[in-house]
C-alpha cells in the first residue's frame, strides 16, 4: 500500500525533535552534528535566538496579507537585497524552484519585450539543479529528474560543465540566456573558475544573452561572500535566491536589474504567499546578520579551518576520499567510497551530511558553527570513514 507520504524520498530512519545551534535532537534524545543545515538553509543553525525573536514578534502581530497590499517587511528586504548587489528589483518566492521559473518567465519576457519573442534558447550546464517543476526540470536536462515527465519544456540546451569553449561556440545572437550555477550543489560541489565566470558574462554581452545565476544554495553568505559570484567580479542580470535567505522560514527570491526585468509589469506575475509578512521579518534578520562584513570574514576563517582538517581527514583515509572542494562553509569530500555509505556510518557516529553527485559528499553546515563543533565534526567523520574502511 503507497504510504500515506508520497514516496518521493529515501528517507533516513530519523525523526528531529529540535535542534540548537548545529546541533539537531531526535525523538530518541540522540544528538546530531547537522553540517546538512536543511541541505544549506538554515544558516544560523536552530533556533537561533534573534531569528525567532523576529518571527514571533511578527507572528503577534500580522501573518498574512496579500500582495494586493503594501507590504512593509517585503520592502524593507527588497531594499536590503538591492543595496548590497547588482539588483534594481526583486520578486519574492517561497522556494527555489519557483524563483528559477520566475528566471525562465523573465527571460522569455525580456524578449517578448525587446520584439524578439522568439529568441527563447537558455543555455544551462550538465549537472545542474534549478529545482523540480516542469520548467527547471528541463533545464537542468538530468535523465533521473525528466524521464516520464515529458514533453519537456522547449528552449533549453544543455553544455557539458564548465565547457567555455563549448559555450562560446554555442552562443549566438539567438541565445536568449545562459543560466549556471558559479558553485554547483547537487552536482557535485563543483565550481566554475572565477576566469571562466568572467568569460561567460564578456560572452552574454558580446551576444546580448542575459546572464542568469542560480545562488539559491551557494549564495547568503555560503561561499564567505553574500554571493558567490562577487569572488569573479562580475555581475548577473538576474539571480535566483532561497534557501538561507530564510534561515529555514521558507523564502526565495528573484533578484533583477531594470534593464532584465523590463517587461514584468504588473500582471505577469504573482504568488499568494511570496513575500509573506513572516517570512519577510525573518529574512530581513538573516540579512542584518549574514551581510556583516565581520560575519563573512568569519565564515571564510571557519572555512579554511574546516577545510584543513579535512585536507588531514582525506590523508589519513585515502581509501575513502579523493580530496576536498568548494569554498567557505560549502565543502565537498570527493569520495572513492559511495557518498550514501558514508552518510549512513555518519548517523552512526551522530554526524548529519548530505551526498550530492560526482561522489562527492556535502558538508554545508550553519554558518555560524563554532571552532570546537567544527573540529568534533571532523572526528565524528573520521570514525565514519573508519567504518566504511573497517
Ligand atoms: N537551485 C539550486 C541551486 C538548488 O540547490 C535548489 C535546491 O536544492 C533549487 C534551485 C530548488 O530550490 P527549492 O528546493 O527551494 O525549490
Not at 517587511?73 to 520578486?91: K, N, Y
Not at 560541489?189 to 546572464?211: K, Y
Not at 549564495?219 to 530564510?246: C, N, Q, S, W
Not at 533578484?255 to 521579518?281: D, F, I, R, W
Request: glycine share 12%.
Amino acid at each position: 500500500m503507497i504510504p500515506h507520504v508520497l514516496p518521493t524520498y529515501n528517507r533516513a530512519p530519523l525523526s528531529f525533535e529540535r535542534g540548537e545551534g548545529a546541533w539537531a535532537i531526535a525523538s530518541d534524545g540522540r544528538r546530531y552534528l547537522d553540517l546538512g543545515a536543511g541541505i544549506a538553509v538554515n544558516v544560523l543553525g536552530h533556533a537561533n535566538p534573534d531569528l525567532v525573536a523576529a518571527l514571533t514578534e511578527q507572528a503577534g502581530r500580522i501573518w498574512h496579507v496579500s500582495n494586493l497590499y503594501q507590504i512593509p517587511q517585503q520592502e524593507r528586504l527588497a531594499g536590503m537585497l538591492v543595496d548590497a548587489t547588482f539588483a534594481d528589483t526583486v520578486f519574492f518566492t517561497n522556494s527555489g524552484t519557483e524563483a528559477a521559473e520566475l528566471a525562465i518567465k523573465m527571460v522569455r519576457k525580456f524578449w517578448d519585450h525587446a520584439g524578439d519573442p522568439d529568441r527563447i534558447e537558455i543555455i544551462t550546464f550538465e549537472g545542474a539543479f534549478h529545482g523540480r517543476s516542469t520548467g527547471a526540470i528541463a533545464a537542468s536536462g538530468a535523465e533521473k529528474m525528466v524521464k516520464g515527465f515529458g514533453p519537456l519544456m522547449p528552449g533549453f540546451r544543455t553544455l557539458p560543465w564548465g565547457d567555455i569553449d563549448a559555450l562560446e561556440a554555442a552562443v549566438t545572437d539567438r541565445t536568449a540566456a545562459v543560466m549556471l550555477e558559479p558553485l554547483q550543489g547537487e552536482g557535485g560541489i563543483r565550481p566554475i573558475a572565477d576566469e571562466d565566470l568572467r568569460r561567460i558574462r564578456e560572452i552574454c554581452d558580446r551576444t546580448g544573452a542575459l546572464l542568469v545565476l542560480d545562488e539559491v544554495q551557494c549564495g547568503v553568505g555560503r561561499t564567505g561572500r553574500l554571493f558567490a559570484h562577487e569572488y569573479a567580479g562580475v555581475t548577473p542580470d538576474v539571480m535566483m535566491v532561497a534557501k538561507g535567505i530564510g534561515g529555514g522560514f521558507p523564502l526565495g527570491a528573484v533578484l533583477a536589474t531594470e534593464a532584465a526585468a523590463a517587461g514584468m509589469v504588473a500582471g505577469t506575475h504573482g504568488s499568494t504567499y511570496g513575500g509573506n509578512p513572516l517570512a519577510c521579518a525573518v529574512g530581513c534578520r538573516v540579512m542584518e546578520i549574514v551581510a556583516d562584513p565581520d560575519f563573512l570574514a568569519e565564515v571564510n576563517r571557519k572555512g579554511a579551518l574546516f577545510r584543513q582538517k579535512l585536507e588531514g581527514l582525506v590523508a589519513s583515509h585515502p581509501d575513502i576520499f579523493e580530496g576536498v572542494r568548494g569554498q567557505g562553509l560549502m565543502l565537498g569530500l570527493k569520495c572513492k567510497a559511495a557518498p550514501a555509505d558514508l552518510v549512513r556510518a555518519g548517523y552512526d557516529e551522530g554526524i548529519l551530511t548530505v551526498p550530492a553527485a560526482d561522489s562527492t559528499l556535502r558538508l554545508l553546515p550553519p554558518l555560524n558553527i563554532g571552532d570546537e563543533d567544527i573540529a568534533e565534526a571532523v572526528q565524528r567523520l573520521d570514525r565514519a570513514a573508519a567504518r566504511l574502511a573497517g
